[in-house]
Nanobody, 121 residues
Framework: QVQLVESGGGLVRPGGSLRLSCAASGSIFSVNTMGWYRQAPGKERELVATITSDASTNYADSVKGRFTISRDNAENTVYLQMNSLKPEDTAVYYC???????????????WGQGTQVTVSS
């Protein structure tokens, strides 16, 4: 079994910053792509950013230049540094990880429980 534990959400004023963290734990052989997604009220879940095990990144256009995704492979942890936050960034942010349990096993996708980010004055 795999657990993804997120932290770092909260309330911040427009223009402020937050840093989200997500640690994967369990009987993990390797973690491939990790990422952050978000879901605002009444909207579908959308991609924010992803990062592969060799640090190749991908960002949604709406966050490019403001958010930075990074990871610590030794700790199976992914981070999301969010700067210049806007009210439209308000959402529940979910961590995602593609996990292998052995060298020949297929990838299995896991989700965190979500952390609320609210940007408001």
């Amino acid at each position: 079994q795999v657990q993804l534990v997120e932290s770092g959400g909260g309330l911040v004023r427009p223009g402020g910053s937050l840093r989200l963290s997500c640690a994967a734990s369990g009987s993990i052989f390797s973690v491939n792509t990790m990422g952050w997604y978000r879901q605002a009220p009444g909207k579908e879940r959308e991609l924010v950013a992803t990062i592969t095990s060799d640090a190749s990144t991908n960002y949604a256009d709406s966050v490019k230049g403001r958010f930075t995704i990074s990871r610590d492979n030794a700790e199976n942890t992914v981070y999301l540094q969010m700067n210049s936050l806007k009210p439209e960034d308000t959402a529940v942010y979910y961590c995602n990880a593609d996990v292998r349990f052995g060298p020949l096993s297929r990838r299995t996708s896991y989700w965190g429980q979500g952390t609320q980010v609210t940007v408001s004055s």
